[in-house]
């Protein structure tokens, strides 16, 4: 594999961490009510501690290898039973990824077209841009994460005129229930899915100024994600936006100018179908890497992952609200095995390391 720098991680977080709650805002309002903004506050407060703690034990310990870290925590088989579950976690993440693509532009844009066949371009043109190597992953991902921060903007300029502060108001009318807390624990499980950056930690060049580039990516995202969800919210109202399957691309129909000029599902087609794509592209990639560390070789894996994710994405979008249903359990799953798990071992590791320099 190829060398990155830190500043690279700024788009590889960026489109692992943005795309679930851009594209599926109402499965968390459904919990969260006119507070989920508050919820999205205090999961990105905590993906952001949860990072920084893993790359202070990357930096005190010297080491960036993430199978080599559950090993040398839970010696040869629970480490290995554990890598296995991280690695199967990024597997479910990169059939999530084409399934839900494809599922959007099915209901939103493309009726009459079967799922099955957005998933298999889709598979189809991350095996040409994975085997291409690291290089053409970083370069795919820098000019798909560009366009879609400028369409965000743009978006946010267009919309805002329909929008009303009214919506978010009383904050916290009941205090803390347990489906504000329940919300708060989906959003963090989406969140968490910026772990598949720590298999491209061990190719980074230079790593002197990791921390402070990760830290500088989280709060951008942070930003971007709150004034998201406000500004669903803030457009619908919590009893109407928990209802639409697709909030964003509501809200974009809003937009005309001058009169006649209505384009404004471009936007949303564009954020989702590069979204979801290069989300499915790094995770791919990740999980390439990770085959690699753990010194297996296997002939023609990139093709065997192609051909699953054609089989299980279409199980999981084919039908939209047993996706929705899937895609529950799932943010759960990732929740333990991208957050709880890793951060675990890691803190067992940090002190059995200590202990031995010690």
Known sequence: MGSINSKHLFFII????IVTLKTFPSAFIKLGGRDTWIAVILASLGILIYVLVILMINKKTKNYNLLNIYSQSLGKWGGAFFSFLFLITILLTIFESAGAEASVIHSGFQLFTPVWIFITVTALAAVYVVK??????TITTIIVIFFISISGMLLAILTHKYKD?????PILEHGVTSSFVLS?????GALSCVSIFIPYLDSIRDKSKLIRHTTITLLFIIQMQIFSMLGVITTFGPDRAMNLLFPKLTQTQLVSAFGFL?????FVMLQVVAGWFIRYVVCFF??????????LKIKFKEYYVCALTIIFSYIFSKNLFDMFTIMDYLLYIQLVNFL?????IYTIYYFKRTRVLA
């Open 340 to 344: 709880v798990i890793p951060l675990i």
């Open 14 to 17: 960026c489109s692992l961490a």
């Open 184 to 188: 708060t624990l989906k959003i963090l």
């Open 262 to 266: 209505e384009a404004g599902e471009l």
């Open 165 to 169: 502060i009214k919506y978010i108001y």
């Open 286 to 295: 990740a999980l390439m890497e990770l085959i690699r560390l753990s010194g």
């Open 132 to 137: 291409k190597g690291i290089a053409s992953v």
